[in-house]
Structure formats: structure tokens, C-alpha cells
């Protein structure tokens, strides 16, 4: 897999939780023939526990710090033909990954509320909770959309469609 001047394409798959990175991810590294990389798995694979533990146990900056150096191996396991890297969410805040990023062809998964919603399991009627996890989560996409379309030189909506139709398509404007 290649750019268009025979470089090795290697493509970072951004966006909300629940957007599709990590299926897709492998969907399209499957489809194109190279590596798949997904950084949350790193994180939690170099911490011996899962992220959302980090975040609670260790902090925010802790997991930033172990997602720069997963996102940098991610990079580097894509190897001289090129891979997929899915970013976690919240990747693209750092300045570092971002200029990390920059070289590479990256793809903004894009989901509206409903969707991640919906594939996070907050579409349900539950019991107030406190703190409002429906309205962190809209917070958050708003605060994260901008940067999720400024980072990208692809933005692909996965609204209404499966993993699979998404790697096809994706696969398709890659090639």
C-alpha cells in the first residue's frame, strides 16, 4: 500500500468512542494486506490493566504518557509497507500525537451522537446517574470534533452502516 508517490501509506483511524476504529481497523488492515495496530490495546497491554482503570487509578496524564509511546510504536509497526493505527479517542488532544500523526494519511471516523450513543450503550433509559454520562459524552464530541476534522485529510460518516461496509469503502479510496 502506497501513496501516490509510491511511499508506504500508512493510515490512523480518529474518532469518538464507538465510531468504529477498532473494527474497521482490522477490517482494513485485513482488506489492504499489512498491520493493524490499535493503541488503547497497547496502553492497556503496557499497564497489565484495562484503560479505563488507568484513567481511574492512575490519571489522565499517566494514560497520555503511555498512549504517546503506544501511538509512536504503533507508527513504527506499520513497518516499511505501511499499516492501519486506530487512535483512542482522545489521541488527537495532544499536540505530540498530533505532530506525530502528521506524516501519515489520517481518517476521521465521524458518528453523531446518536450513533455513539447507541454502540456505547448510553442509548438506553436508565436511572440518573450522577454526573450526567449522556451530557460528558455530548461535551466531550463537541470538544473533540473540531480537532478530529482538522487533524484529517479524510472524513468518512459511519452513521447507519457496518464495520464492513466502511473498510470496503475505505479500502476503495485508498487504493
Known amino acids: 500500500m502506497s501513496?501516490?508517490?509510491g511511499k508506504?501509506?500508512?493510515?490512523i483511524l480518529v474518532g469518538a468512542p464507538g465510531a468504529g476504529k477498532s473494527s474497521v481497523g482490522r477490517l482494513l488492515a485485513s482488506r489492504l494486506g499489512v498491520p493493524?495496530?490499535?493503541t488503547d490495546d497497547l496502553v492497556a497491554k503496557d499497564a497489565g490493566k484495562p484503560v479505563g482503570d488507568i484513567f481511574v487509578e492512575d490519571g489522565e496524564q499517566v494514560f497520555r504518557e503511555l498512549e504517546r509511546a503506544a501511538v509512536a510504536r504503533g507508527l513504527e509497526a506499520a513497518g516499511p509497507?505501511?499499516?492501519v493505527v486506530a487512535l483512542g479517542s482522545g489521541a488527537v488532544l495532544d499536540?505530540?500525537?498530533r505532530q506525530l500523526i502528521s506524516r501519515s494519511t489520517v481518517v476521521y471516523l465521524e458518528a453523531a451522537f446518536a450513533t455513539v450513543a447507541k454502540r456505547s450503550g448510553m442509548?438506553?433509559?436508565r436511572v440518573v446517574l450522577p454526573g450526567n454520562p449522556r451530557g460528558m459524552l455530548r461535551a466531550m464530541l463537541d470538544e473533540r470534533r473540531p480537532i478530529y476534522?482538522?487533524?484529517?485529510g479524510l472524513t468518512v460518516a459511519?452513521?447507519?452502516m457496518a464495520p464492513e461496509e466502511v473498510a470496503d469503502d475505505l479500502a476503495r479510496q485508498l487504493s
Do not use: M, Q, S
Open 123 to 125: 442509548d438506553k433509559p
Open 149 to 152: 476534522a482538522d487533524v484529517a
Open 95 to 97: 499536540i505530540e500525537i
Open 158 to 160: 459511519t452513521d447507519g
Open 3 to 5: 501513496d501516490d508517490g
Open 81 to 83: 509497507d505501511g499499516g
Open 36 to 38: 493493524f495496530t490499535d
Open 8 to 11: 508506504p501509506l500508512t493510515v
